[in-house]
C-alpha cells in the first residue's frame, strides 16, 4: 500500500522548494477548478497508457478531488513500478495556492 502523505506535508515541500512530482489524476472539468501548482494532469483512466511519460527514478505525490482515485492510481503506478504517495483527503483538503 502507498505511503500516504498530508496536503500540508505536500505544502511544506512545496515551500522548502524540495522536489516535487505531483500528478493529478482528476478529470478536466475538475482540474478547471485550479490545480496544485506545478502538479502534472494525468486523468485516472489515461495513467497506464501515458506511464512512459514517467520516470522511475522519481517518486509521485498522487493528487484527486477526495483521496479515492489517488489510491486506485497509487495502486496501478505502484504495480508498474513507480515510487507513489498519495495525498490524503484530496483537493478537498488542499489550502495551499492553486493555478
Known sequence: MAKQITPEEVEVRLKNQEAVDIIDVRENAEIATGKIPGA?????RQLALRKNELDKKKS?????????????????????????????????NWTGKVE
Not at 502534472?40 to 485516472?44: A, N, T, V, Y
Not at 478531488?65 to 505502484?78: H, P, T, Y
Open 60 to 92: 509521485y505525490i498522487i493528487v484527486c478531488q477526495s483521496g479515492n482515485r489517488s489510491k486506485a492510481a497509487c495502486g496501478i503506478l505502484e504495480a508498474l513500478g513507480f515510487k507513489v504517495e498519495d495525498m490524503i483527503g484530496g483537493m478537498n
Open 40 to 44: 502534472k494532469h494525468i486523468p485516472l
